[in-house]
């Protein structure tokens, strides 16, 4: 946040200087990686979509990739065969991301591989945008790129999410490069249809591998290039679709029929015939029409001005209507068709966010360029500025604590793990203790849901996750368990009790609870004459800048609620998700 913050004051004071604005823009562009990274390390951990891939990269790190006894090496060591999930997913993308992984562990068996391998997935979309910037920059001036670089970098969705394993955001940088390719740069029309065709082949190529509803993308911006004349069939958009998918599928099916054991694979056929044909999407919950445009569109751009002020004067101004309803129609249209699949996800339309970005950043270029020229437009630039300094707030100070604050179940396993070593060290010279013996730990739904991931197993452990409430049902089952991570009164109902809650089998006596996770559990409006706690905020804070600016960041909370508030105040709300019980 605080490069964000620097640079944003950068770029409004840079002054005339020819060296300062090359500067400015450089470290503005640094700014994007910069923040995936940061956002990386402040939310470490994953959650339950996101586990396919991040099991995979573990076990092709941790395993190899089998080249005897495959099928029987597979269900020995793999996770995903144990638990496949509804729908199967590629294998492709872990695959990528462990061979790029492979060098840096080879330097540092003890590096964080988690981390490692979503830093690499995170600088892979930030080079995307980064390329995607250069691209508006040579379309429509360097205005307009800062501008767009500005709104991205204060997006929080685009900038948390870079570093995620799930499907989208494998396809999202690809997706990314197809649409930089796709920008009306003033390049001579052969230039331009080598570009589409490039452009319509990485679509292709995504939509086959990572994720089905591109092809749906791909097909909207195919036809709308087609009637502008910018491609034509048999020299682009035929050659693109067939390598694209000859490519796609030689990719897919020879990967992902090899780990998955079944010949032929295409995990993104199986999960489009899934979701779509036979509807089955729609059990993960529904949403009425206009959903993409009055929810997920706004939150995912974040600054209302973007879409309130942004867009309609770059569609509106005749210097940069053109261009604008070139970036935008496709991606609109895209959105509006695919708004009449019943479930919507904001991640199915995340292709669509560097466009209305780029269409909204051309409107800001315009209103800046000519703020000295009308009273309106220097308070709209006034505003503008405002505006995204506020989305760069919202994001750093509530949705990227909040947002971290989102995985006690790697935050359990870390502390399990933690208080285990401890009170093995305090132990360490009884007679009775035997640091070697395997210990024993059942994971609930809920831990694995929120952050649990091989990458966080220790060796000689054993890590039980049964899903089966009948078998849960059996106090017997518990007693095979040296400690539990479960939710606050799940165990007891399931045969755990803590002391004092015994029913006089003497059960009581066998568990006790030896700590408590919190998580996030929405906003706290803190009202005057209350004191506000604001933990998870001191702690992203601390972690960003270091102690000494909490004791700043506490007094100009103080100030504000005293002077402007009225002691009103807005803080995350927190309460007990996952608790450790130890069996003794």
């Not at 997006?155 to 799930?166: C, D, G, P, W």
């Not at 065709?197 to 709308?224: P, S």
Request: aromatic residues 12%; charged residues 15%; positive net charge.
């Amino acid at each position: 946040m605080s490069v964000c913050l620097f640079l944003f004051l950068f770029f409004v004071h840079w002054g005339n200087s020819n060296a300062n604005r090359i500067s400015g823009y450089l470290l503005l562009l640094g700014s994007i990686p910069a923040l995936i990274l940061l956002h990386l390390w402040i939310a470490p951990y994953t959650k339950v979509e996101e586990s396919f891939h991040v099991q995979a990269i573990h076990d092709i790190e941790t395993y190899g990739i089998p080249t005897r006894n495959v099928s029987s090496m597979l269900r020995a060591q793999y996770d995903h065969l144990t638990f496949p999930g509804a729908v199967p997913r590629t294998f492709v993308g872990p695959l990528i991301l462990a061979g790029l992984s492979s060098p840096f562990i080879w330097l540092s068996n003890n590096i964080d591989r988690q981390f490692l391998a979503r830093a690499i997935l995170g600088l892979i979309n930030a080079a995307s945008l980064l390329s995607f910037a250069d691209g508006l920059r040579r379309t429509a001036g360097k205005t307009a790129a800062v501008w767009y670089l500005l709104f991205q970098a204060s997006q929080f969705h685009v900038i948390y999410y870079a570093s995620r394993t799930l499907s989208n955001m494998f396809a999202f940088s690809i997706s990314t490069l197809a649409l930089r390719a796709l920008l009306p740069e003033p390049v001579s029309p052969a230039t331009y249809r080598k570009r589409g065709k490039a452009a319509l082949y990485l679509l292709t190529t995504a939509g086959i591998i990572f994720r089905a509803e591109l092809a749906l993308f791909l097909g909207i911006n195919t036809i709308f290039l087609f009637v502008l004349r910018r491609i034509r069939i048999q020299r682009e958009i035929i050659p693109a679709g067939v390598l694209g998918l000859a490519v796609g599928l030689a990719f897919t099916v020879s990967v992902d029929s090899f780990f998955w054991q079944q010949f032929p694979r295409w995990p993104e056929l199986a999960a489009f015939k899934f979701n779509v044909i036979a509807g089955q999407a729609s059990a993960w919950g529904t949403h009425p029409w206009h959903f993409y445009f009055t929810n997920a569109i706004p939150r995912l751009l974040l600054n209302p001005l973007t879409y309130l002020a942004g867009i309609p004067l770059a569609l509106t101004q005749p210097a940069t209507r053109r261009t604008a309803a070139f970036i935008l129609l496709p991606s609109l249209l895209y959105v509006l068709a695919y708004s009449a699949q019943p479930h919507k996800e904001w991640r199915f339309i995340i292709y669509t966010i560097p466009p209305l970005t780029a269409a909204s950043s051309l409107g800001a270029s315009y209103i800046w360029t000519h703020q000295t020229k009308s009273p309106f437009y220097r308070l709209l630039a006034l505003l503008m500025l405002g505006s995204t300094l506020a989305s760069f707030l919202l994001s750093s100070l509530i949705l990227l604590p909040a947002s971290s604050a989102n995985y006690p179940g790697a935050q359990a396993l870390h502390a399990l793990h933690q208080y285990h070593y401890h009170r093995q060290q305090h132990q360490l010279h009884s007679p009775n203790s035997n640091p070697n013996t395997n210990i024993s730990v059942h994971l609930g739904n809920l831990a694995c849901q929120t952050g649990v991931t091989r990458f966080l197993e220790l060796p000689s452990w054993i890590y039980d996750k049964t899903e089966s409430q009948d078998v849960k049902s059996s106090p017997a089952f518990w007693s095979q368990f040296d400690y539990v991570l479960v939710e606050p009164g799940d165990g007891v109902a399931q045969g755990i009790h803590v002391p004092g809650d015994g029913d006089g089998d003497g059960s009581a006596r066998a568990w006790e609870e030896v700590g408590t996770i919190d998580g996030f559990a929405g906003l706290r409006v803190v009202r005057p004459g209350e004191e506000a706690a604001g933990r998870v905020e001191e702690r992203v804070i601390r972690g960003v800048w270091g102690g000494g600016v909490v004791e700043v960041w506490k007094t100009g909370r103080e100030f504000a609620r005293g002077k402007v508030t009225r002691g009103w105040w807005i803080e995350l709300r927190m309460e007990p998700k996952i608790v450790i019980m130890r069996r003794y």
